[in-house]
């Protein structure tokens, strides 16, 4: 069924193709319009008889300009039957030529009629050349709209001969800006036949004379402009509608991107598109994949209220350090990828409590996990929200040890101290890493370090108890008095969370 979908798209677009042989005869009628009114408007001696001799002589330049538009659409027809690189190469450079080949035609087939002309009819007036000199400089205008009209009714010709991502981008070749396309069209088919008019009245041309050819030119130009003008707004309003859609989608999440056909304005908007999803995609990719090794929620807050000055800062947190128990023994009856598995599962339970309660994951150090609770992060009540992430990972560790995924029964210590830290950008020009320093991290990891020797899994000191304050009803805490820590001076007062 697809393939004779394929064939039957193939057929219809060869068919639209061929509608290129009919642009000369239909520009050939209406520049034959403007010939006769310009010689019945300019009284030129033997008006009838010239208009009948140029009429003669375009009819000949027509066939051969049918027969060499024919030629030039060839290759077009026969890649669309039966496709090659080589059709495919040259394809490509007459979608890119295409005004440019269009122009050449033109002239050609002007060429032709005067030729022709002189051939079959000798000497013509001078008069006639400027009549011959206006149909051809009508034709000019009106030719970016018919090239439009083509290339519109051709999207499955412009599919094959560029790949995907080629259709993404801007495409080579020469366009007409909008505004010239509708400047040239309506000076040529509306306001050029009334200046005609106006001169056969002021050079008081017969009536009788002009305005039969008045009202024909005036009927081809009205079909001419309308279908034009049609063809014009047409280009521009079902992009817009498309484009209009793709905006709502890409609002929810869909960054699927807009094929580009030509290098108008309406092709430029899209492309601007384009490099806006793909921008947005590579954003999002960036914030999943980073966000699993980094802090994505420093970066969500540095965004939103860029109250974090990245050369360092002095703020009040609370510090919470997290470590698997015996881990290096359990490690040990594992292979790298059952350590790894083990790990990630493990992470998976524990580390969600952290984030509900406003904390933010720093690091991972092995099967450690050092988080941070502070009111420069969106944690206001930082001491009581790091005690209720405790609570929470304590609750998610035996879920972890119900659900089978352990080799044994994991166990952990946490420490949570709070104070003072400075978090800053340390490292070098090439790489930094947005971290917290000081005399508080270092504490919090001490007291996770006691959690063994007080037989516990969860030690905090007793400044966040200070600052937790009245918010942490219902937690029940044991004091264990004043504790030594490795490399500080005075002691400090912990509890147990129990």
Request: net charge positive.
């Amino acid at each position: 069924m697809e393939k004779n979908t394929t064939e039957a798209e193939r057929k219809k677009n060869i068919g639209s193709l061929f509608v290129f042989v009919f642009i000369p005869y239909w520009l050939s009628v209406l520049g034959g319009h403007f010939i006769d009114m310009y010689l019945a408007a300019f009284s030129v001696p033997g008006a009838a008889d010239i208009g009948k001799k140029i009429t003669a002589a375009g009819g000949l330049s027509v066939i051969l300009i049918f027969l060499l538009v024919y030629l030039w659409a060839r290759p077009s027809v026969t890649y669309l039957k039966a496709p090659t690189p080589e059709l495919r190469a040259k394809v490509r450079r007459l979608a890119h030529s295409v005004h440019r080949d269009g122009a050449i035609l033109l002239l050609i087939s002007w060429a032709a009629q005067v030729l022709f002309l002189r051939a079959t009819h000798g000497e013509i007036p001078y008069a006639a050349y400027p009549a011959l000199a206006l149909s051809l400089a009508v034709q000019f205008c009106v030719l970016p709209t018919c090239i439009d009209w083509i290339r519109a009714r051709n999207s499955l010709l412009m599919e094959l001969i560029y790949d995907k991502e080629e259709l993404y981008v801007l495409n080579p070749g020469f366009s007409v800006p909008l505004s010239a396309k509708i400047a040239l069209l309506t000076s040529s088919c509306a306001l050029l036949p009334f200046a005609l008019s106006a001169a056969a009245l002021k050079l008081g041309a017969p009536a009788p004379v002009w305005t039969d050819s008045y009202n024909s030119l005036l009927f081809f130009c009205a079909i001419t402009l309308v279908m034009g003008l049609g063809v014009v707004f047409y280009g521009i309003q079902r992009p817009l509608d498309g484009l209009i859609g793709r905006m709502r989608r890409l609002a929810g999440g869909d960054y699927s991107k807009t094929r580009i056909y030509f290098s108008d304005e309406v092709a430029r908007l899209k492309a601007g598109f384009n490099e806006m999803a793909d921008g947005l995609r590579e954003r999002e990719e960036l914030q999943d994949t980073f966000g699993k090794y980094l802090s994505i929620e420093i970066a969500r807050e540095l965004i939103k209220n860029k109250k974090v000055n990245l050369g360092g800062e002095d703020m009040e947190a609370a510090v919470m350090f997290c470590d698997i128990r015996n881990f290096t023994p359990l490690s040990e009856t594992m292979n790298a990828s059952a350590l790894v598995g083990f790990l990630n599962d493990y992470f998976y339970y524990v580390t969600p409590p952290i984030t509900a309660n406003k904390g933010v994951i720093n690091k991972f150090m092995g099967d450690a996990v050092m988080a941070i609770y502070t009111p420069l992060l969106g944690s206001a009540d930082y001491a009581a929200d790091a005690v209720r992430a405790a609570v929470g990972m304590r609750k998610a560790l035996a879920e972890f040890n119900a659900s089978g995924k352990a080799p044994g029964k994991v166990e952990f210590g946490i420490g949570i101290h709070a104070g003072r830290l400075v978090a800053g950008n340390v490292g070098t020009a090439a790489r930094l890493e947005y971290t917290f320093i000081g005399d508080t991290v270092n504490i919090a990891s001490r007291l996770e370090s006691r959690t063994k020797d007080f037989g516990t899994d969860i030690i905090v000191s007793g400044q966040v108890l200070a600052k937790a304050g009245a918010s942490l009803d219902g937690a029940r805490f044991e004091p264990l008095g004043k504790a030594t820590l490795k490399g500080k001076t005075n002691q400090v007062e912990i509890y147990k969370l129990t």
